[in-house]
């Protein structure tokens, strides 16, 4: 399936044990996100005024989080005024049914869509599938992982884990292609012999939003194929599923995001299509334009004063590339369409932190802040991590974990506590170090030693040297 929801279907650390045994993957993840960080890096420094260019695209986010009914009551009214017909939904499922029914009113049987998550957060395929309508994936990386029945694992490239040789096996078996080169020319050259003829035959077409402008009406995709263009303008139906927050006021706004966003993600000046509608026109493109707009847990988020920055996202995808813990486990351990530090905060925020997997991923960071330095909205991420882990803290109550963590504060309020205690520790260190270091620690204590050393205590503490010198 290439559109996996939202719901973990394992806690972080067992997903990130098998994915972490996929050597494969790990390389391939390694080589494109030092590749991408380092362009990124070499994009962003172009820009003079980057940092101001940051503050500003962060405060629009945070006025339209802010004014979001406004907008988005502005928003209905300008795309109802062009033409096109704006549709509430206020979770996954009433998605489905939005897209599903208007497939089926037009009697489509296929439908293209353009990469988009939020699609997949809603399992649309799927659904439409079990509708009798067939979602065809058209950018070239979606259509891979459609085909291979697998998730994506990266928010830019889902194909990441993929190799060469892989995707030209895989085209030879679905699609009948008869490549024997693994050459990226001959790959691509096969997809475009298949979904040239779904683009000129199939009538309707599905697709997400990057940004949608309040005051005119105005939707706007960013990519880089082209086959979003083809899926914008030639079929008679076209449906835009958006989350809410994807909002923006006015049509200026947009300057600052299109600055941003391709050089956040593809490290390239400008996305290579921008392609922006405005409800439908006579006989030039779609001549009818749904707009879905999609609720599916974010409002609630919104009510949340830390975890709403969440929504200022734009799914650039620079904060999954510097981060070492997504570099090594990869985007299937987090389980979830939205994967890395993104994902880490916003699935446990939309499934309104009770589902007890999703739970899990805000500990699936070392709080190195890599992601907030790179996010171009500036999104705190490492504050809404451990606010989300205080969360998830405070529901579990009382465990033996909080009281030792609370002995411990206990113990450390008070320096002569603190050193009674290190006494004490380093008379009974003996069983358990070996070589100058702790082996194995007994108990919850475990969980430290079972993959790193620890030192054992020394023989004289600081403070010990320290009064031994007079001071
Ligand atoms: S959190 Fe920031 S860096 Fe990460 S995908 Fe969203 S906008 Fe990009």
């Not at 096969?190 to 949608?212: D, H, I, P, Q, W």
Request: aromatic fraction near 6%.
């Amino acid at each position: 399936m290439s559109d996996g929801g939202i719901h973990p279907a394992k806690t972080f650390v067992d997903a990130a044990h098998d994915t972490l045994s996929n050597t494969q993957m790990r390389r391939n993840l390694r080589h494109v996100t030092s590749a991408i960080r380092d362009k990124r890096t070499r994009a962003v420094s172009e820009v003079d005024n980057w940092e101001d260019l940051r503050e500003v695209a962060s405060q629009t986010k945070q006025h339209v989080l802010e004014n979001l009914e406004t907008y988005l009551l502005q928003l209905e009214e300008s795309v109802t005024r062009a033409g096109g017909q704006v549709h509430w939904a206020t979770d996954a499922r009433e998605a489905r049914e939005i897209v599903a029914k208007i497939a089926l009113k037009h009697g489509a049987k296929e439908v293209i869509k353009i990469k988009s998550i939020t699609t997949d957060e809603i399992e649309l395929n799927g659904f439409l599938q079990g509708r009798g309508v067939a979602a065809i994936e058209t950018d070239l990386a979606e259509l891979i992982v459609q085909l291979s029945h697998d998730r994506p694992s990266h928010i830019l490239v889902p194909a990441i884990h993929k190799n060469r040789s892989e995707v030209r096996d895989l085209f030879n078996a679905t699609l009948g292609a008869k490549l024997e080169s693994d050459e990226p020319a001959q790959i691509a050259g096969a997809a475009r012999t298949y979904l040239r003829e779904k683009f000129f035959s199939v009538k309707m077409a599905v697709s997400g939003a990057n940004f949608a402008i309040a005051e005119t009406g105005t939707v706007c995709i960013v990519e880089s194929e082209g086959n979003g263009r083809m899926c914008l303008t030639l079929p008679d139906v076209l449906v835009s599923i958006m989350g809410i927050e994807k909002v923006l006021p006015r049509w200026e706004d947009l300057a600052v995001f299109l600055e941003m966003l391709p050089r956040s993600s593809t490290a390239e000046r400008m996305n290579p299509y921008n392609s922006m509608w405005t409800g439908v026109t006579e006989n030039d493109g779609p001549k009818e334009f749904h707009l879905v707009l999609l609720d599916n847990g974010r409002t609630q988020v919104l009510r949340d004063e830390v975890g709403s920055q969440a929504l200022k996202c734009i799914r650039c995808s620079a904060c999954l590339n510097v981060c070492p813990v997504y570099e090594r486990a990869g985007g299937h351990a987090y389980g979830s369409v939205y994967p890395g530090p993104i994902g880490a905060i916003l699935t446990p925020q939309l499934l309104e932190m009770k589902d007890d997997k999703a739970n899990t991923l805000p500990y699936a960071s070392s709080l190195c802040g890599a992601c907030y330095d790179a996010c171009p909205v500036k999104i705190n991420i490492p504050e809404v991590l451990i606010y989300l882990r205080g969360k998830v803290t405070k529901k579990k109550g009382t465990t033996l974990e909080s009281l030792a963590l609370k002995s411990m504060l206990w113990v450390m309020q008070e320096p002569h506590r603190f050193e009674g205690a290190l006494k004490l520790g380093r008379l009974g260190q003996g069983p358990f170090t070996q070589n100058g270091k702790f082996t194995v620690l007994p108990g919850l204590l475990s969980g430290w030693t079972h993959s790193r050393d620890l030192p054992e205590l020394p023989k004289q503490s600081f403070r010990e040297w320290w009064k031994e010198q007079g001071q």
